[in-house]
């Protein structure tokens, strides 16, 4: 349960930095867009290295579900845009696949 609330963190972090560049070069927003941009960049890495995993690979496969989820829901939420069906499924698919990398049984 901790590794989601992690992730989910992370995704908003990495998201809000992406989106700040975003802003800049394609929304005409100031340049000075991108200065909490690069923070949250600093706290979406840093908050990945708080993932309970042997592997930074492991970590980073698993939070692309997560990741894709948060994409999803900044469309809706900030950009006004809703999700289609085929969105949503896929967004199952992910979810179902991060989880089985973060929760599968493994040998220690």
Do not use: H, N, Q
Not at 69 to 87: F, K, N
Not at 90 to 97: A, E, K, P, Q
């Amino acid at each position: 349960m901790k590794s989601f609330v992690i992730y989910g963190l992370a995704a908003l972090a990495e998201i809000a930095g992406c989106f700040t560049f975003w802003a800049w070069l394609k929304l005409g927003k100031s340049a000075w867009w991108v200065v909490p941009g690069i923070a949250a960049l600093c706290a979406f890495a840093f908050l990945l290295t708080k993932i309970d995993s042997l592997y930074a690979g492991r970590a980073f496969a698993a939070y692309g579900g997560v990741y894709i989820a948060a994409s999803l829901g900044w469309l809706w939420i900030v950009e006004g845009a809703r999700p289609d069906r085929w969105d949503a499924i896929g967004v199952v698919l992910c979810l179902i696949g991060a989880a089985v990398i973060l929760l599968a049984p493994r040998a220690a």
